[in-house]
């Protein structure tokens, strides 16, 4: 059993910077793979970044060169620097985590879920 909890949303102006940190309950934690998901009003659950167990990332098109996720073992934590924001980045936040293997990214294979982060991008 995994237990996540966000922080660190917020308002920022565009071009600004938010860095979202996820705290992980569990022995386990460095067994599971995690990710970042978003979710704007009226629209799906989208997967942002994730990060292996060996620190492999993996972005979504919109986040590569703007949004950085790491991890913390040692402190059972996973983070997304996020630079150069825009409007368009305007969603709820969630964090992620699964076991290993389970090919890409969607909503339905993930086994835990944070409950949720808003990050507010104003023009």
């Known amino acids: 059993q995994v237990q996540l909890v966000e922080s660190g949303g917020g308002l920022v102006q565009a071009g600004g910077s938010l860095r979202l940190s996820c705290a992980a309950s569990?022995?386990?934690?460095?067994?599971?793979?995690m990710a970042w998901f978003r979710q704007a009003p009226g629209k799906e659950r989208d997967f942002v970044a994730s990060i292996s167990t060996s620190d492999i990332t993996y972005y979504t098109d919109s986040a590569k060169g703007r949004f950085t996720i790491s991890r913390d073992n040692a402190k059972n934590s996973v983070s997304l620097q996020m630079n150069s924001l825009k409007p368009e980045d305007t969603a709820v936040y969630y964090c992620?985590?699964?076991?290993w293997g389970l090919g890409y990214w969607r909503p339905s294979n993930v086994h835990y879920w944070g409950q949720g982060t808003q990050v507010t991008v104003s023009s």
């Open positions: 569990g022995r386990t934690f460095s067994s599971y793979t």
């Open positions: 992620a985590a699964r076991p």
